[in-house]
């Protein structure tokens, strides 16, 4: 798989996918339709590379002790590396794509920042590298979990 927005290709020997986003490409939009192209539909993924900005969620201490929410949605003011990245893949109640990705990043300023990272804001600079490894026998649902409200995956076997 080669085009203007992301290359990747499938190492049959560790049956793990390997390739990078190019310029403009979201993080997330890219890793979904490299997931699409390989019939990828649950796994784990580690990157690096540089964004625009980076967009992304914080924990932060929720309204009663012992609860935890996260912070208003926080972006940097320069481009950034991804320094250390690493997410999930699995498919949302609706059985759409989901992805789940948390890294660190350092921006222009040496600054070090990270977190929860946001769908759709989050577009390469020059280029983010990855490594998918496909899960085939384990099914992860993204739903909301009951104690704080927030979208979790959940964990099963996939039946035979």
Wanted: with cysteine; glycine share 10%.
């Amino acid at each position: 798989m080669d085009n203007q927005r992301l290359q990747a290709f499938y190492d049959k020997t560790t049956e793990r996918i390997v390739g990078r986003l190019k310029k403009d490409t979201d993080l997330f939009t890219g890793i979904k339709e490299v997931c699409k192209y390989f019939g990828v539909s649950a796994g784990q993924f580690q990157c690096l590379g540089s964004l625009k900005c980076a967009t992304f969620l914080q924990v932060a201490k929720g309204d009663k002790e012992g609860l935890i929410k996260y912070s208003p949605k926080v972006q940097t003011t320069s481009e950034v590396e991804i320094i250390s990245g690493v997410g999930f893949i699995g498919v949302n109640e609706q059985g759409e794509l989901d992805v789940h990705f948390h890294g660190t990043v350092v921006d222009c300023d040496k600054k070090l920042d990270g977190g929860h990272f946001i769908e759709g804001e989050n577009i390469t600079a020059i280029t983010v590298e990855f490594i998918i490894l496909p899960l085939k026998d384990v099914v992860l649902t993204r739903k909301n979990d009951e104690i704080f409200n927030v979208p979790v995956f959940t964990f099963n076997q996939k039946e035979a």
